[in-house]
């Protein structure tokens, strides 16, 4: 038990997927997941472990934003020992370069967010996810014509930000594909622990031609980007 998980010790897997939305986690466990059992519901948080391929895989829900994020996934590093951990998470295009669907493997991260500033002060970390994780992924996307693009994301603390198109057009001529609001703090907490992490997205809203992915077909649109992030976090 930690405090926000109520899971007891060994009911996490080492291998976990992190979705923000709670019944996504459910939706993934219930769909690719065997042997599946829910080990915590606080605050409606869910949490599930099951066998993948014959791996003990688990899907824990993080909500929305890094500081939520951040309780989630310290808690499973440290309190429950987890070694691998791949975001799976939805995004907003800023470029042409990607379209509304299309799977992103993210191998860096720019951010505006104060917990940057609280934890480096004056330092512009560089955030980049686990090469081995990375190498995998782009692997299996290549292999099965599923065809995920590569590139970084801007991981924003403001869901509705004033000056958003400024922003965006500044990160788009930096060669930024898109925006969403965790991974900076997953490629951090990845680095001081020395944990395998990595983020896969999937375009959900497209910022450049003002649409978005209807919400009755979000969940299944989802599912390339979970069997590229299962076949990759399993061994
Ligand atoms: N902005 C930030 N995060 C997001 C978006 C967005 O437009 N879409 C999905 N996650």
Redesign the pocket.
Known sequence: MSLHISAKNGEIAEKVLLPGDPLRAKFIAETYLENVSCYTNIRGMLGFTGEYKGQRVSVQGTGMGMPSFSIYANELINDYNCKKLIRV????SISEKVNLKDVILVNGTHTDSSIYKTRFKDINFSAVPSFDLLYKAYNISKQSSLSAKVGTVLV?DL?YMDSAKEINELMKSYGTLA???ESAELYALGAKFGVDVLTILTV??D?VKNKAVAPKDRQTTFTQMMEIALDTIID
Do not use: P, Q
Request: proline share 0%; charged share 15%; with cysteine.
């Open positions: 998470g939805t995004c907003g924003t869901f925006i969403e609001m959900s809203d910022l």
